[in-house]
């Protein structure tokens, strides 16, 4: 049904907006971690557990944004109801 209405691109409503939110999360994961990890290299399992779990927590706050728009502009290729045009539109909305 979704070819038949939205065409192929409806198949692949919100793919660009899930890539960059993955590239960005992994981006600050990876950023966070290694840039934290320098300065607490001597701490205990503990330590480094509290960490991983900070840099986790950041990353998934600072991109929830990014799985919100593409959840939306998903569920809008299903609904049949164009509310989006795209990302920013979606964003600003």
Do not use: W
Request: charged share 15%.
């Amino acid at each position: 049904n979704i070819v038949k209405t939205n065409g192929i691109e409806g198949l692949y409503a919100g793919f660009a907006e899930s890539l960059s939110g993955m590239i960005l999360y992994r981006a600050l994961y990876f950023g966070l971690y290694g840039a934290a990890r320098d300065k607490l290299s001597h701490s205990s399992v503990i330590g480094r557990f509290l960490l991983s779990y900070l840099v986790t927590s950041s990353a998934g706050l600072i991109t929830y944004p990014f799985d919100t728009i593409r959840k939306r502009l998903m569920v809008q290729s299903v609904s049949h109801q164009q509310n989006y045009t795209g990302f920013f539109d979606c964003f600003y909305k």
